[in-house]
């Protein structure tokens, strides 16, 4: 298992940091090859729609909805 460092950005709480580092940290172990980009990048769509209520086209919501 790789050790992951995962940046916390500058406004986020304890709670939005902690949701998503466990989605990358599970989802980078379970499949070795994921891209930490798009990881990083749809931890933080997620964190939007599950503690901001945010709205995402079909598409990705579809995607990621089973993570929330």
């Not at 298992?1 to 379970?30: C, G, H, P, W």
């Not at 990881?39 to 729609?49: D, E, F, G, P």
């Not at 995402?56 to 909805?65: A, D, E, F």
Request: one cysteine or more.
């Amino acid at each position: 298992m790789e050790n992951l460092q995962i940046a916390r950005f500058d406004d986020e709480s304890d709670t939005v940091f902690n949701y998503r580092k466990n989605y990358i940290t599970k989802e980078y172990n379970i499949i070795n090859n994921n891209n930490l980009e798009t990881l990083v990048k749809n931890s933080k769509i997620l964190a939007n729609m599950k503690f901001k209520n945010c709205k995402y086209p079909p598409k990705i919501y579809h995607m990621l909805k089973k993570f929330i």
